[in-house]
């Protein structure tokens, strides 16, 4: 049961088919790659906060999870998250720019600590930006440091960095309307391991294109993990808090172990 916790909370929030429901039978003209770059920009998240409750489905070989998760999320700054099964509390999890916290209740345990664990999945660093990103349908690289092959495939624009990465390869699926993220996939071949983002549903709310539905797929050699996150609510530019702190007397754990 630890173990599962842990990784419906804590690789949810390090993770969160080509196609999205709004885009309103537009289809992908051919242009640069640059225009594409151009465009996603312009469109990125401009709010402050966001304050949202997602369903998250957790699924592998021999288990199958659900869990409510509140999330309370300040730009550049912040990620929190409350998880309860059942309508019952059973974990928080705090992100910032420089660490990462959680306890459960169920076994009373404790992680301080910062992104190793997902770094040493992908064989690069990952950091705030890219855990942030990933829940919003922003590229989780900088689009604007490298150049990239553009085509139009499907219904999306694909982009490909024509250099990629010493260990591992990026790929981007750009939607042709809203220019947000419709996949992003990270594939490490030398270890057979490959997560996959998929934002299959967005949403609009006011002026603000956000995701609805997320499906992210991680791979290591025969092994899958499905994480599925659906945004029941979500509200911008709230005043938020963040209340976060440990009980006493639980144990600390290391993930490694």
Not at 42 to 50: W, Y
Request: net charge positive.
């Amino acid at each position: 049961m630890l173990k599962k916790t842990i990784y419906i909370l804590f690789v949810t929030a390090l993770l969160v088919s080509c196609k999205s429901k709004i885009v309103e039978g537009s289809t992908a003209i051919a242009t640069s790659s640059k225009n594409i770059v151009k465009s996603h920009y312009e469109h990125q998240f401009d709010k402050k906060t966001i304050n949202a409750r997602l369903k998250a489905v957790y699924t592998d070989t021999d288990n199958l999870q659900t869990v409510t998760i509140k999330l309370r999320l300040e730009k550049d700054k912040t990620i929190w998250m409350s998880g309860t099964m059942l309508g019952i509390p059973f974990a928080k999890i705090i992100i910032t720019p420089t660490n990462v916290q959680f306890y459960e209740k169920l076994n009373k345990t404790f992680f301080v600590g910062d992104f190793t664990l997902l770094s040493d999945f992908l064989g690069t660093d990952v950091d705030f930006e890219i855990v942030q990103n990933l829940l919003i349908g922003q590229s989780i690289l900088d689009l604007k440091e490298k150049k990239y092959s553009a085509k139009v495939q499907g219904n999306t624009y694909m982009l490909v960095p024509k250099k990629q990465e010493e260990l591992f390869d990026i790929l981007f699926w750009i939607n042709p309307v809203n220019f947000k993220i419709n996949k992003q996939e990270v594939r490490q071949e030398s270890e057979q391991k490959r997560l996959t983002v998929d934002y299959t549903e967005y949403q609009k709310i006011k002026d603000e294109v956000f995701p609805k539905v997320i499906n992210i797929t991680a791979v290591e050699k025969a092994t899958r993990t499905f994480i599925d996150l659906e945004y029941k609510s979500v509200e911008f530019d709230r005043k938020l808090s963040f209340p976060f702190k440990i009980p006493q007397g639980y144990k600390e754990i290391y993930l490694n172990e």
